[in-house]
């Protein structure tokens, strides 16, 4: 038996219902896991987040540590640069304070035993003063024969040079006769020469009555021209200039040093007497010269042709114990010294050491009548 037209129809509809049930649900789960996909999106996204948040603080507090480290290296590094100097400081400090001790006790030691070398010195002092005797006696023998040569040649005999001929003394023209006008109205100009008849070279700057040999005048004459009241008149040393005894040894010793330092006391700066009597040192070494006072330095320069060095050409009985010093254009300056030996083997140290450096040291215009 078939099915009716009513039947049909209606399982039709039960089934369309059925199929719209199905729909419904269907469509119902679909909405769920969309939200539940939203919802894990939105987790997802706050986990990434709190993720780079955590990765950024993280690294930051990294940063901190490094700077922290390199700070903590930075001052350990220091405290070490500083403990280093003060060890240094303290270790300089403590090897002054020995040297000290050991030139103190070396003092003591001299003055309580007196040893073979002082007694040696006490001989060559007491040998220095007999030849400066003999000198003297010499030279007074020599004036007097050429006193009566010239009397002998009725030779007018108006001026003379009075002094020790040698190194450390100071040479003084007097008048000799009421004839001759005082010397303090004449001009005078110093030279030196080779021989009695030799080619004279001018002595720049000596001008005065009184002159201080150097150690550039040593084995030559020393003559001055006198021009008063329309007359040139001429004196010259009987002798060459002599050494002084025992410099020589004196100066090679202290070749051997890297440095010499002298004490002096600045005369004028710049041709301006300076007041200060304070003490300075100056330091002669192999490449350059140095005036200091305590640890400020006044000048300091190579050796150079710009520089000159020689003795105070005049100013009366201490220029045997000064010398004239340009330490470059612009800046000069006259330095007395403790002794005249001192002031004599500062000078040929200095000269020494200059010609070691292919410069000739000398005075003003000296390095023309040198040739150089």
């Given at each position: ?12 509809c039960?089934?369309?219902?059925a ?9 119902g ?13 939105t987790?997802l996204?706050?986990a990434?987040q ?16 490094i700077?922290n480290?390199?700070?903590a ?13 003060m060890?240094r400081?303290?270790g ?6 020995l040297?000290k001790?050991?030139r ?10 007196p040893?073979?070398?002082m ?10 003063i007999q ?18 040569k ?6 007018p ?13 100071y ?7 009421d ?5 303090s ?11 009695e ?12 009555s ?6 550039f005048?040593?084995g030559?004459?020393?003559?001055a ?8 008149i ?6 060459p ?9 004196y ?28 003490i ?10 140095k005036?200091c ?13 710009l520089?000159q ?20 254009d ?10 005249e ?5 500062a000078?040929?140290?200095a000269?020494?050491?200059a010609?070691?450096?292919n ?9 023309a009548?040198t040739?150089?």
């Amino acid at each position: 038996m078939f099915p009716t037209y009513t039947t049909c129809r209606y399982l039709y509809c039960f089934q369309v219902e059925a199929l719209a049930d199905q729909l419904t649900q269907r469509e119902g789960e679909l909405i769920q896991e969309k939200d539940e996909v939203k919802k894990l999106a939105t987790f997802l996204k706050q986990a990434s987040q709190d993720a780079k948040k955590l990765v950024d603080e993280e690294r930051a507090f990294a940063r901190a540590e490094i700077e922290n480290a390199r700070a903590a290296v930075q001052r350990v590094e220091e405290a070490l640069q500083e403990h280093e100097r003060m060890s240094r400081a303290l270790g300089k400090q403590d090897l002054e304070e020995l040297m000290k001790d050991v030139r103190e006790a070396r003092r003591i030691r001299m003055l309580h035993q007196p040893s073979k070398v002082m007694d040696m010195e006490h001989e060559l002092q007491a040998l220095r003063i007999q030849l400066a005797e003999k000198s003297k006696h010499y030279l007074k023998l020599q004036k007097e024969l050429t006193m009566s040569k010239k009397g002998k040649e009725n030779t007018p005999y108006l001026y003379e040079i009075d002094g020790t001929e040698a190194l450390g003394s100071y040479l003084v023209i007097y008048h000799c006769s009421d004839r001759a006008r005082e010397i303090s109205e004449c001009n005078i100009q110093w030279y030196r020469s080779t021989s009695e008849c030799g080619k004279k070279e001018l002595i720049s700057g000596a001008t005065k009555s009184v002159y201080a040999p150097e150690p550039f005048d040593v084995g030559r004459f020393l003559e001055a021209v006198i021009m008063t009241d329309g007359q040139t008149i001429t004196v010259r040393t009987t002798t060459p200039i002599d050494s002084a005894a025992g410099l020589g040894n004196y100066v090679e010793a202290l070749v051997r040093r890297h440095d010499t330092e002298f004490n002096v006391v600045i005369i004028q700066i710049n041709g301006v007497d300076n007041q200060s009597q304070s003490i300075h040192v100056l330091h002669v070494g192999k490449m350059r010269m140095k005036l200091c006072k305590g640890k400020t330095t006044v000048a300091k320069e190579y050796y150079s042709n710009l520089m000159q060095l020689c003795g105070v050409r005049g100013g009366g009985n201490a220029a045997a114990q000064a010398v004239y010093w340009q330490a470059k254009d612009g800046q000069s300056f006259v330095l007395a010294f403790e002794s005249e030996r001192e002031r004599n083997a500062a000078i040929m140290l200095a000269r020494r050491f200059a010609f070691d450096c292919n410069i000739m040291l000398a005075g003003p215009d000296d390095r023309a009548a040198t040739g150089t």
